[in-house]
């Protein structure tokens, strides 16, 4: 009955683009500030772009300022993450994440997993000629 999926990802030629899409139900993201995060084979998982519940504040790390996009529908129960001018380096699984009334710069430059309530499966993301 909960569910949380990402999707929106696919095979994009650099300087193409994607909007992926994280839809949850069984709950609501009123309340929550929600994160995307990727992971490339061999590296860390790390925050790329978080939006809070509240007044719209939002967090982009520094390799994607300019071409990352975060947004939220509350009436959709969807968070978007419209992603321009890709590179090969954007190459990663992209999930999304919720936690509960926390500010962008914990969740994104510091996260702790463990705390989020929601995780999603996932979706890819490959930046490739």
């Known amino acids: 009955q909960v569910q949380f999926v990402e999707s929106g990802g696919g095979l994009v030629q650099p300087g193409g683009s994607l909007r992926l899409s994280c839809a949850a139900s069984?709950?609501?993201?009123?309340?929550?500030?929600i994160g995307w995060f990727r992971q490339a084979p061999g590296k860390e998982r790390e925050g790329v772009s978080c939006?809070?519940?509240?007044?719209?504040?939002?967090y982009y790390a520094d390799s994607v300022k300019g071409r990352f996009t975060i947004s939220r529908d509350n009436t959709k129960n969807t968070v978007y993450l419209q992603m321009n001018s890709l590179k090969p380096e954007d190459t990663a699984v992209y999930y999304c994440?919720?936690?509960?009334?926390?500010?962008?710069?914990?969740?994104?430059?510091?996260?702790?997993?463990?705390?989020?309530?929601?995780w999603g499966k996932g979706t890819l993301v490959t930046v490739s000629s």
């Open positions: 994440a919720a936690q509960w009334l926390t500010p962008v710069q914990a969740m994104c430059v510091k996260p702790y997993y463990d705390a989020m309530n929601h």
């Open positions: 069984g709950f609501t993201l009123d309340y929550n500030t």
């Open positions: 939006i809070s519940s509240s007044d719209g504040s939002t």
